[in-house]
């Protein structure tokens, strides 16, 4: 298994939302906000090499999107989708799964892409199947009127008009090494991809835990749909992973991928932060 880092550029969220309860001046030095309490937080994908498959984690927003819609967001950076494929070696016919922790935009809009001559939509990876969970797709394409904004039919309709969408069931596999595990609080089913890579356990925490600095407990969003339950699910899982020695892959940090974690008197916590990359 071979893993790449798929880094598909920048956006800003508020502060206050993405720290839940944690007053501001806390949150504040973990990833300073600006004028309008706005933070930077990355959009990091993961494309991972096994045998004959190349899958590709998330997508980040795509360019679909209005100009109105982009500017609520403050995209920066230089990193594009396409670029970062093609630094790795790829191009998106190279790729033959798409896998979907959950279809809010900053995660699944990559998915489709305009036409030739922008009457319509068609699929970005034209030779992939697209991975989601039947019990989280029902939940975005009747979504609830608090997440509805997330949930961009553009984004997700033409997945399974394509043809090409195929769910994994709860507690399933893709294929040997690459195991799912399914998490409710921050919305219905998201799926979070387990790996064994060269021995180690990578988790990609999609916005479980978004950055390394939502590793202790109670950093929760305030995007989530039932935080009571994130904080059950986080407890279970950080426990886990700090006693099996998971390595965990971050998709918003904006500076870290990695860390390690270690037991502390104060519970959980981040040990070493690292690029994909030190991982051997």
């Known amino acids: 298994m071979k893993l790449h880092t798929i880094n598909t550029g920048n956006f800003r969220l508020d502060g206050g939302a993405m720290f839940g309860v944690v007053p501001k001046s806390i949150w504040n030095k973990l990833n300073p906000a600006d004028e309008n309490n706005m933070c930077n937080?990355?959009?990091?994908?993961?494309?991972?090499?096994?045998?004959?498959?190349?899958?590709?984690?998330?997508?980040?927003?795509?360019?679909?999107?209005?100009e109105k819609f982009f500017s609520h967001y403050f995209l920066n950076g230089?990193?594009?989708l396409s670029k970062s494929l093609h630094q790795a070696g790829f191009t998106e016919d190279d790729v033959t799964d798409v896998f979907l922790t959950h279809l809010h935009f900053d995660h699944c809009g990559g998915s489709v892409k305009w036409n030739k001559d922008r009457t319509g939509?068609?699929?970005?990876?034209?030779?992939?199947?697209?991975?989601?969970?039947?019990?989280?797709?029902?939940?975005?394409?009747?979504?609830?009127?608090r997440e509805k904004a997330s949930f961009l039919k553009e984004n997700i309709l033409p997945i399974k008009e394509s043809g090409q969408l195929k769910f994994i069931e709860d507690g399933g596999k893709l294929f040997e090494g690459f195991h799912v595990l399914y998490v409710n609080g921050h919305t219905e089913a998201m799926m979070l991809p387990i790996l064994n890579y060269n021995g180690t356990h990578l988790a990609y925490c999609a916005d479980l835990i978004p950055s390394v600095a939502h590793v202790p407990l109670p950093y929760i969003m305030a995007y989530d749909m039932k935080p009571l339950v994130t904080l059950e699910e986080k407890t279970k899982f950080l426990n886990e992973a700090a006693k099996k020695n998971f390595v965990l892959f971050f998709e918003h940090d904006p500076v870290h991928e990695c860390c390690t974690l270690e037991l502390t008197e104060k519970g959980v916590r981040a040990k070493d932060r690292m690029p994909l990359s030190a991982i051997k």
């Open 41 to 66: 937080w990355a959009m990091r994908c993961l494309l991972v090499e096994e045998g004959n498959r190349l899958v590709l984690i998330d997508n980040g927003t795509g360019d679909k999107q209005s």
């Open 78 to 80: 230089d990193d594009t």
């Open 121 to 145: 939509y068609e699929m970005a990876f034209k030779n992939a199947t697209y991975w989601s969970s039947e019990r989280h797709w029902e939940w975005a394409v009747h979504p609830n009127a």
